[in-house]
Nanobody, 122 residues
Framework: QVQLVESGGGLVQAGGSLRLSCAASGRTSSSYAMGWFRQAPGKEREFVAAISWSGGSTYYADSVKGRFTISRDNAKNTVYLQMNSLKPEDTAVYYC???????????????WGRGTQVTVSS
């Protein structure tokens, strides 16, 4: 089992920045690929970014490419999502997930956190 806890969400003005963290614990948590997803009210959960277990490969949704950066520190069992140039349409609950593959499909992830709210005001 792997437990995931997100933090770092909050309220920010458009153009601002936030850094989300996802602390992982449990068996061999550092050997999992990690992903960030988000879900806005009335919308389906969507892929944001993913990173391989080594950190050597990263993937981004087109909507966040160039603005968001995913990274990980396996010594701290933590994954980060640096979000810059935030827009009101980035408002959502952000979830981190762990799985065998750094996939864009949510069903390929085995473990999920409870999420952290990000609200971007215009």
């Amino acid at each position: 089992q792997v437990q995931l806890v997100e933090s770092g969400g909050g309220l920010v003005q458009a153009g601002g920045s936030l850094r989300l963290s996802c602390a992982a614990s449990g068996r061999t948590s550092s050997s999992y690929a990690m992903g960030w997803f988000r879900q806005a009210p009335g919308k389906e959960r969507e892929f944001v970014a993913a990173i391989s277990w080594s950190g050597g490969s990263t993937y981004y949704a087109d909507s966040v490419k160039g603005r968001f950066t995913i990274s990980r520190d396996n010594a701290k069992n933590t994954v980060y999502l640096q979000m810059n140039s935030l827009k009101p349409e980035d408002t959502a609950v952000y979830y981190c997930a762990a799985g065998r593959y750094s996939a864009v499909v949510s069903t390929l992830y085995d473990y999920w956190g409870r999420g952290t709210q990000v609200t971007v005001s215009s």
